[in-house]
């Protein structure tokens, strides 16, 4: 015989319980991977890249054994400077999130750079916060260039592009100044070493008085040697002033940043540290031709001077000084004239002004004014008069028609009669009175007395 048994929890078990919803699992599970990871680094592949109206961009990234979804939203994605594609590798920048609607663990991305290069790049901006901080890169520091130096250094590789093009600049610039060559390679393994050893060399020889170290372009990596701390180093202690002109003008190198003056590309290395030789020419004939007159110019002053100093001898002479007090004497007699008559004619208008105003206040012409504003006022007083005699006459014209218009009798004349009974009284029911009985007929014109012989009643 078997006994079946039930358990029952007890209500204060159930209300002990802490019941999750998906949304909240999902809130809180989002949470703890944004604070457990914070901004991290990936490198995969693309795929399934898509771009919505939107502007954002969803993807995946995986490697041999795994993928991961992903999302860039539109504000950053406008930050990166290339195209991405399916089946490109990259490198972003984000944190680990989970798309709480659907439950989809998901990267979403800050940054996004191509894998490879973006590591160099990254590389790069380490490097140069570092040299930054310990002051390499501080213009304080930054020497200036000879005007026109005595011989020109260039450390470069003696049988690429760029050294062909220094040397055919300074020859056409200034063909006159000497170039001392330092043969380094600009590429490959131990580049940078023998690179800042040549710097060194120059600095320890002072052979040049100024340093141009040069490379044609290339990619991030082929110019990579001019990256390396050692030839930032050796850069920033030389003493000679140093210009780079490495790759093209969008590129920038650490030794760029160090160097005492950049040009864009070797050839702009060497025509900043060359004058033009036809530019001297020039400023020379015009500096000749300043000095020529500037020594015009002295001469002219002092023939000023002197022309000067004869009119005040001319001007001292006795004759000259009777002429000029005559002169004066004549001057002060016109403007004591003109005084006097200014005087006159301002007293003149003041007896004027004041005869008009004395007339103004004469009493036969108080007299006058009042009189005609007397017979004015008359005139208008008239004028209202018959005004409002001509308004009360119209008035009582209309209310007389009006009178007329209502009257009874104007009713008459349209062939109606006031019957009345002996007495006086209107008579409005043919019941009010008997057959035989007199009544009076009120016509528009006269009175007509009859007898009733026949009543009709009407319902």
């Given at each position: 015989?078997?006994?079946?048994?039930?358990?029952?929890?007890?209500?204060?078990?159930q209300?002990?319980?802490?019941?999750?919803?998906?949304?909240?699992?999902?809130?809180?599970a989002?949470?703890?991977?944004?604070?457990?990871?914070?901004?991290?680094?990936?490198?995969?592949?693309?795929?399934?890249?898509?771009?919505?109206?939107?502007?954002?961009?969803?993807?995946?990234?995986?490697?041999?054994?795994?993928?991961?979804?992903?999302?860039?939203?539109?504000?950053?994605?406008?930050?990166?400077?290339?195209?991405?594609?399916?089946?490109?590798?990259?490198?972003?920048?984000?944190?680990?999130?989970?798309?709480?609607?659907?439950g989809?663990y998901?990267?979403?991305?800050?940054?996004?750079?191509?894998?490879?290069?973006?590591?160099?790049?990254r590389?790069?901006?380490?490097?140069?916060?570092?040299?930054?901080?310990?002051?390499?890169?501080?213009?304080?520091?930054?020497?200036?260039?000879?005007t026109?130096?005595?011989?020109?250094?260039?450390?470069?590789?003696?049988?690429?592009?760029?050294?062909?093009?220094?040397?055919?600049?300074?020859?056409?610039?200034?063909?006159?100044?000497?170039v001392?060559?330092?043969?380094?390679?600009?590429?490959?393994?131990?580049?940078?070493?023998?690179?800042?050893?040549?710097?060194?060399?120059?600095?320890?020889?002072?052979?040049?008085?100024?340093?141009?170290?040069?490379?044609?372009g290339?990619?991030?990596?082929?110019?990579?040697?001019?990256?390396?701390e050692?030839?930032?180093?050796?850069?920033?202690?030389?003493?000679?002033?140093?210009?780079?002109?490495?790759?093209?003008?969008?590129?920038?190198?650490?030794?760029?940043?160090?160097?005492?003056?950049?040009?864009?590309?070797?050839?702009?290395?060497?025509?900043?540290?060359?004058?033009?030789?036809?530019?001297?020419?020039?400023?020379?004939?015009?500096?000749?031709?300043?000095?020529l007159?500037?020594?015009k110019?002295?001469?002219?002053?002092?023939?000023?001077?002197?022309?000067?100093?004869?009119?005040?001898?001319n001007?001292?002479?006795?004759?000259?000084?009777?002429?000029?007090?005559?002169?004066?004497?004549?001057?002060?007699?016109?403007?004591?004239?003109?005084?006097?008559?200014?005087?006159?004619?301002?007293?003149?208008?003041?007896?004027?002004?004041?005869?008009?105003?004395?007339?103004?206040?004469?009493?036969?012409?108080?007299?006058t004014?009042?009189?005609?504003?007397?017979?004015?006022?008359?005139?208008?007083?008239?004028?209202?008069?018959h005004?409002?005699?001509?308004?009360?006459?119209?008035?009582?014209?209309?209310?007389?028609?009006?009178?007329?218009?209502?009257?009874?009798?104007?009713?008459?004349?349209?062939?109606?009669?006031?019957?009345?009974?002996?007495?006086?009284h209107a008579?409005?029911?043919?019941?009010?009175?008997?057959?035989?009985?007199?009544?009076?007929?009120?016509?528009?014109k006269?009175q007509?007395t009859?007898?009733?012989?026949?009543?009709?009643?009407?319902?």
């Amino acid at each position: 015989m078997t006994q079946d048994f039930e358990f029952t929890t007890p209500a204060t078990a159930q209300d002990e319980r802490d019941v999750y919803t998906p949304s909240r699992i999902n809130r809180e599970a989002r949470t703890l991977l944004e604070r457990g990871f914070g901004s991290v680094w990936l490198e995969g592949e693309l795929s399934n890249l898509s771009r919505p109206a939107s502007g954002h961009w969803y993807f995946s990234l995986k490697d041999e054994a795994a993928q991961l979804r992903g999302a860039m939203f539109r504000q950053r994605n406008l930050l990166v400077n290339f195209t991405p594609k399916d089946g490109m590798r990259v490198l972003v920048r984000g944190r680990i999130s989970l798309y709480e609607a659907r439950g989809d663990y998901q990267f979403l991305a800050d940054a996004m750079e191509e894998a490879g290069e973006g590591a160099l790049r990254r590389q790069f901006e380490q490097l140069k916060t570092k040299l930054a901080a310990l002051g390499l890169f501080a213009s304080e520091h930054k020497k200036t260039l000879p005007t026109l130096p005595k011989r020109i250094g260039v450390i470069t590789s003696p049988t690429g592009a760029a050294i062909r093009d220094v040397l055919h600049i300074l020859k056409r610039r200034f063909p006159s100044i000497p170039v001392l060559i330092y043969p380094v390679p600009v590429q490959g393994s131990g580049a940078a070493a023998q690179i800042a050893a040549a710097i060194r060399l120059a600095d320890q020889r002072q052979e040049c008085d100024v340093l141009i170290l040069a490379r044609g372009g290339g990619s991030l990596e082929d110019l990579w040697s001019f990256n390396e701390e050692v030839i930032a180093h050796a850069i920033y202690e030389c003493s000679i002033p140093l210009i780079t002109g490495i790759g093209h003008e969008v590129d920038f190198t650490i030794a760029d940043f160090v160097a005492d003056v950049r040009a864009p590309t070797p050839s702009g290395a060497a025509e900043l540290v060359v004058p033009d030789q036809q530019t001297w020419l020039q400023g020379l004939s015009v500096l000749q031709r300043r000095l020529l007159a500037a020594l015009k110019r002295i001469l002219g002053t002092q023939l000023t001077h002197f022309a000067r100093l004869q009119r005040r001898l001319n001007q001292l002479h006795p004759g000259v000084q009777l002429r000029q007090r005559a002169q004066r004497l004549d001057e002060l007699e016109q403007r004591l004239t003109r005084s006097l008559r200014t005087y006159l004619d301002q007293r003149k208008h003041q007896l004027q002004a004041q005869t008009a105003h004395l007339q103004s206040q004469s009493p036969t012409l108080q007299l006058t004014r009042a009189r005609n504003r007397f017979e004015q006022t008359q005139h208008r007083l008239r004028s209202s008069w018959h005004e409002q005699q001509q308004s009360l006459h119209n008035r009582l014209i209309i209310a007389a028609k009006t009178l007329n218009t209502l009257s009874p009798l104007a009713t008459l004349t349209r062939g109606y009669a006031i019957v009345s009974d002996a007495q006086g009284h209107a008579l409005s029911d043919a019941q009010s009175v008997a057959v035989g009985t007199s009544i009076n007929a009120r016509l528009a014109k006269g009175q007509i007395t009859a007898t009733i012989t026949d009543i009709k009643r009407e319902e």
